[in-house]
């Protein structure tokens, strides 16, 4: 039995956000607005002078850069960094459709996790609309590789990742996450992984113009060995959930849920976006396919409490 919303899903409400940029270190505005059914995700620019840049599809071609982040062109009005952790939000809340105005030319990073995105989601309702969800099915695997790394989409009868990192460090070591999506696992078992770092990289980075922003209130700081941050983590594999976190929002720049398996080893924004564009390279990879169509076993959105209290997910460890 399909036990999930097979409608396209928007925000209840306009959402709205500040802080900073956590590589230009700027502060930084963004909101969410609910959006007409098969609108996807849209994206502008609140300019200085008040008005907005042209709208534009938050889509896989119009990635410019993958390094640290995902950064998008929106032609004229230049790039916009840093979306991956609002788009996994939207993504793996199940929201089809939204449109998202930036001011300045990075997302707030906020706590460095999805979990304030999530939050006002969750508190603002999610809405149905009068329209069927449509579906990227896999049909045929396709992979890209760097050295050792690779990430893969592979045909699946649901919606899955199958994430592993391995970095020579005690702190991270190697993890591995196997997960099935649903609303309610992501919130449980994504949203609150934070972005992470190491406080040897931290010079350099910022020599070259980034991590400006970061510090222990939007990063896991690691250092010879240790976690700086006095709360410890939140998972105890916080860092490969971090990683997925990341990877739920550049899939989701296929414009459309992907129905299939997510597979990567050490790999990050760069493999992923690889990943899309091998997809879309032949119509034989994949077909467009109603919810309907597809025998989905997922939780529904409806599991969620109203109000939910994301803190109470968080669990303190070392």
């Not at 925000?11 to 270190?25: A, D, Y």
């Not at 002078?49 to 929106?74: F, G, I, K, Q």
């Not at 999506?181 to 609150?192: E, H, M, T």
């Not at 076993?297 to 409806?302: G, N, P, T, V």
């Amino acid at each position: 039995m399909n036990r999930f919303a097979t409608k396209q899903c928007t925000v209840g409400r306009v959402l709205s956000f500040t802080g900073i940029g956590v590589h230009n270190g700027k502060p930084s505005s963004l909101t969410i607005e609910p959006a007409a059914v098969d609108s996807g995700y849209a994206i502008r620019r609140k300019l200085d002078d008040e008005s907005y840049s042209a709208t534009m599809p938050l889509h896989h071609n119009r990635v410019s850069r993958t390094y640290l982040c995902t950064a998008v062109d929106l032609g004229d009005a230049g790039t916009v960094s840093m979306i991956e952790h609002m788009v996994s939000a939207l993504s793996g809340m199940g929201i089809d459709n939204a449109l998202i105005t930036v001011e300045g030319n990075e997302c707030p990073v906020l706590d460095g996790s999805a979990g304030k995105y999530v939050e006002a989601i969750v508190a603002s309702g999610i809405e149905t609309q009068p329209a069927e969800k449509m579906f990227i099915k896999i049909k045929r695997s396709v992979t890209v590789r760097s050295n050792d790394a690779f990430a893969a989409l592979e045909p699946y009868n649901g919606r899955a990742f199958d994430v592993e990192i391995d970095f020579e460090s005690d702190v991270i070591g190697r993890q591995r996450m196997i997960f099935d999506w649903s609303p309610k696992r992501y919130v449980d078992d994504v949203s609150q992984a934070r972005t992470f770092g190491f406080i040897k990289d931290a010079k350099v980075l910022r020599q070259a113009g980034y991590a400006l922003g970061s510090s222990l209130e939007n990063s896991i700081a690691v250092d010879e060995g240790k976690i700086l941050n006095q709360d410890g983590l939140r998972y105890e594999d916080e860092f490969v959930r971090h990683k997925l976190l990341d990877a739920v929002g550049d899939l989701a720049l296929a414009g459309m849920p992907i129905y299939g398996k997510f597979r990567s080893y050490k790999g990050g924004h760069g493999l992923n976006a690889l990943v899309l564009n091998s997809l879309f390279a032949s119509e034989q990879n994949y077909e467009i396919v109603p919810a309907s169509a597809l025998p989905l076993e997922f939780d529904a959105l409806e599991e969620l409490p109203a109000g939910l209290e994301l803190r109470g997910y968080i669990r303190s460890v070392g």
